[in-house]
């Protein structure tokens, strides 16, 4: 199959080999690619809305400035996929294999990782708003400068992470777990005030 149009809308690509292809600057729309195989590929603009994407191999793709909206990952592997510059705005994320990936510059927003496994991945700076992070294993994460306004945090594991700078709602102080986190001096005030703490000098 050679893909030559620059739109496919409701198309069915299930375990259709795509390594090798041209996606550059493609738009696809309710398209199904359970079963696929984008194994090793680079993209660039490519589109992606409301597809599905159960059991894809994605794993050793790149991505600049691609787009996975609103799109369901079920089963999927990613792991050795760079990202840059990408936007992954209302996805989900279920029983994938996800690391280690390279995530740079990407929107993540109302976005749902809920059960997955990011340990280590370095988020910093990202857009994670609204974003369901429920049961997430996020250990050892860089949040630096990351936007969690609004994300779902409950039994989200943040062991070790590093969340200086990060703007979070009271909620992640209660209700992730934050054993040997690393926070700045006004988020310590924020856990405090969280927890019903005062705070007083000697």
Partial sequence: M????????????????LRGQDLDGITFVNCD???????????????????TFTSAELHGTSHQGSSFVACTFKFSSWHGAALT????????????????WTLTGCDLSMTSFAGEKLSGTN?????????????????GCNLQGADLRGARTT?????????????????LWVGA???????????????????????REL
């Fill in 123 to 139: 988020l910093s700076g990202m857009r994670l708003r609204e974003a369901n992070l429920t049961a997430t294993s996020m250990a």
């Fill in 85 to 100: 510059d990408c936007r992954l705005s209302g996805s989900s994320f279920s029983s994938c294999r996800l690391t280690p």
């Fill in 33 to 51: 690619f359970s079963g696929a195989t984008f194994a090793g590929l680079a993209m660039s603009r490519s589109s992606f809305e409301h597809c």
């Fill in 155 to 171: 039994d989200a594991n943040l062991h070790g992470a590093d969340l200086r700078g990060a703007q979070v709602d009271a909620s």
């Fill in 2 to 17: 050679k893909l030559t149009d620059t739109q496919y809308e409701q198309e069915d690509f299930v375990e259709v080999d």
């Fill in 177 to 199: 777990k934050l054993t040997d986190a690393i926070i700045d001096l006004e988020q310590a005030m924020l856990f405090s005030a969280a927890h019903a703490l005062i705070v």
